[in-house]
């Protein structure tokens, strides 16, 4: 049956732990839409993360704060139509997990029923026993620390995190805890180098990072980052794979051209 040919190629919560055993690296990359899930699908990329990311760049806005259950689940259901080869790891928004055990048990539900194979949750401090139970309800769940951009306005905006010994220490601690909570695998964002290394050599569960150098498990850029959709979005940690901006508006700018010059369309794309 169909579905059994997705489930052998799609890697799993195993796969994770065996690839970091194997010292194989692991790459992710977000994914927002239907038409780039089917893209995605033929690339050897491991896992789609369906980030909240996408309430900055699908819609708009200044933070992720504004990405709610509702919104995640209907791009969760777009990407996994698109990519049913692929691991999809669904973000829990903002405050999802912050209401009590019974709202963030629905939220859970309404990601993995829309698709995902696994949640991601921002942060560790008062969600632990939350994240033990969500593991333990079934589900897997990957961690996020170091700048966790929910809590932009905590953190007084989207800056380097455990640059100092203490603040170091104490991200060191969380992120044990999250192992020990049952977590999967742990994304690491805007940390120092040296920090994410002692970091992934201290867990026993694969890190991903964004912005934490080259010692972690895996690596996870957004799409339309590393497509180079936004020419003057450059941070240090980002590396454009392509001139996305540039191959865009050149095909439209000779769309445009030709319908004014008339050459669009030709015989060619006329029914007779
Ligand atoms: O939402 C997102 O895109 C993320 C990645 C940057 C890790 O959480």
């Known amino acids: 049956m169909s579905h059994h040919t997705a489930d052998a190629t799609r890697l799993s919560v195993l796969d994770f732990a065996a690839r970091k055993a194997h010292r194989e690296k692991i790459s992710m990359v977000t994914c927002y839409d239907y038409t780039s899930a089917q893209v995605l699908n033929d690339t050897a990329v491991d896992t789609l993360l369906v980030g909240d990311s996408l309430a900055m760049v699908m819609h708009g806005f200044d933070s992720t704060v504004h990405a709610t259950v509702e919104l995640m689940a209907l791009h969760v259901t777009a990407v996994a139509r698109g990519a049913p080869d692929k691991f999809i790891v669904g973000d829990m928004p903002f405050l999802a997990a ?59 905006g989207h800056k380097v995190q455990g640059k100092a010994e203490g603040e170091a220490r104490a991200l060191l601690d969380s992120a044990l805890r999250l192992e ?93």
């Open 98 to 156: 912050r209401k009590g055990l019974g709202v963030a048990m629905d939220g859970v539900q309404q990601l993995m029923q829309a698709g995902a194979h696994s949640v991601k949750i921002e942060g560790e401090k008062g969600q632990v026993e939350l994240m033990a139970h969500i593991v333990d309800s079934g589900v897997p769940v990957m961690g996020h620390l170091g700048l966790t951009p929910q809590s932009v306005h905590q953190l007084g």
């Open 180 to 272: 020990d909570a049952g977590c999967f695998a742990l994304v690491l964002e805007c940390v120092p180098s040296v920090l994410a290394r002692e970091i992934t050599q201290r867990l026993t569960i694969p890190t991903i990072g964004i912005g934490a150098g080259p010692h972690t498990d895996g690596q996870v850029l957004v799409l339309q980052d590393m497509l180079g959709m936004n020419p003057v979005f450059k941070p240090k940690f980002l590396k454009h794979y392509a001139n996305g901006h540039e191959v865009m508006s050149q095909a439209v700018n000779r769309f445009d051209a030709e319908i004014r010059h008339g050459c669009f369309p030709s015989a060619k794309e006329s029914y007779r």
